[in-house]
């Protein structure tokens, strides 16, 4: 069974970071492309960071361009979004979703309906 896990969420005060991975199990990552997503209460879901099979795209949203930054290691299966500076407005539900790189490296997608696999998300609140 494919499966995504997210962890790293937690607490943090404005201003500081934090480091969210995404493992796979059942299957390697190796084929797929990575997107990053977020969810605050009452808004809908929205990309934050993607990055392609071998990691030769990546994306960002305008709000996170360089605060976050996305990488990957595929001999662990894992994607990884370090978040710096972070904002009150940073304060949402975090979810990592992978679909197949038919573009080979080349492209990555923020958009929702693109991926096929979904973690249940790690929790992200940034307050003082």
């Known amino acids: 069974q494919l499966q995504l896990v997210e962890s790293g969420g937690g607490l943090v005060q404005p201003g500081g970071s934090l480091r969210l991975s995404c493992a796979a199990s059942?299957?390697?990552?190796?084929?797929?492309?990575i997107g990053w997503f977020r969810q605050a209460p009452g808004k809908e879901r929205e990309g934050v960071s993607c990055?392609?099979?071998?990691?030769?795209?990546?994306n960002y949203a305008d709000s996170v361009q360089g605060r976050f930054d996305i990488s990957r290691d595929n001999a662990k299966s894992t994607v990884y979004l370090q978040m710096n500076n972070l904002k009150p407005e940073d304060t949402a539900l975090y979810y990592c979703a992978a679909y197949r790189d038919w573009s080979f490296g080349r492209l990555c997608s923020s958009s929702v309906n693109a991926y096929d696999y979904w973690g249940q998300g790690t929790q992200v609140t940034v307050s003082s």
């Open positions: 990055i392609s099979m071998n990691g030769g795209r990546t």
């Open positions: 059942g299957f390697t990552l190796d084929y797929y492309a």
